[in-house]
Nanobody, 123 residues
């Protein structure tokens, strides 16, 4: 298991930007897939974006395509989620997740999770 720590959430106005970070500790992330999910109050945990550590292949939910970008920094063992043109409907707790395999959009496939970071977008 890898230990994940998210940071970077906060309050922003609609149209603004935030960058979330997810630092991985405990073992190398080589061969991992990393992903971001989000959960709004009373709703399911939804897929946002994912990246394969080995080849930088990425995937995005339709709702964030063109606005969010997932990336990684090998030296820092960190994954980022750059969020631009934020909308009130992006408000949620954002979770970082990892699995020792290629990426999927299903939360149940991920075995390691961070504690979550709150993102609030005001209208």
């Amino acid at each position: 298991q890898v230990h994940l720590v998210e940071s970077g959430g906060g309050l922003v106005q609609a149209g603004g930007s935030l960058r979330l970070s997810c630092a991985a500790f405990g073992r190398t992330t080589s061969g991992y897939a990393m992903a971001w999910f989000r959960q709004a109050p009373g709703k399911e945990r939804d897929f946002v974006a994912a990246i394969n550590w080995s080849d930088d292949t990425t995937s995005y939910a339709d709702s964030v395509k063109g606005r969010f970008t997932i990336s990684r920094d090998n030296a820092k063992n960190t994954v980022y989620l750059q969020m631009n043109s934020l909308k009130p409907e992006d408000t949620a707790v954002y979770y970082c997740a990892a699995r020792i395999a290629t990426m999927t959009p299903f939360a149940a496939d991920f075995g390691s999770w961070g504690q979550g970071t709150q993102v609030t977008v005001s209208s």
